[in-house]
């Protein structure tokens, strides 16, 4: 059965870091693309950031960049999220997607990240 989780929420102080991470299975997935969303509450999901598990190429919401990074290990089905400098407007849940080369994209239930002021 397809799975995506996610770890590494948390609360943390505005300007400090977190590092999210996120496991899609079983491995027969044969990923195409990984990426992060995030819903604040009140607001709508938007995009985080992106990254090609083939390429290695990445793209980033304009909110992020500079301060977030996407990385992957593709061998393990793997992405993480390193962000940096976080601000109270980052208060939100992290949702991880995992879009295979054939066939829907897979959703986690989300982590929470609480940014404090």
């Known amino acids: 059965q397809e799975q995506v989780v996610e770890s590494g929420g948390g609360l943390v102080e505005a300007g400090g870091s977190l590092r999210l991470s996120c496991v899609a299975s079983?491995?027969?997935?044969?990923?195409?693309?990984m990426a992060w969303f995030r819903q604040a509450p009140g607001k709508e999901r938007e995009f985080v950031a992106r990254?090609?598990?083939?390429?290695?190429?990445?793209n980033y919401a304009d909110s992020v960049k500079g301060r977030f990074t996407i990385d992957k290990d593709s061998a393990e089905d793997t992405v993480f999220l390193d962000m940096k400098t976080l601000k109270p407007g980052g208060t939100a849940i992290y949702y991880c997607?995992?879009?295979?080369?054939?066939?829907?994209?897979?959703w986690g239930q989300g982590t929470q990240v609480t940014v404090s002021s």
């Open positions: 997607i995992a879009k295979p080369i054939i066939g829907r994209e897979y």
């Open positions: 079983p491995r027969s997935l044969s990923l195409h693309d």
């Open positions: 990254i090609n598990m083939i390429s290695g190429s990445t």
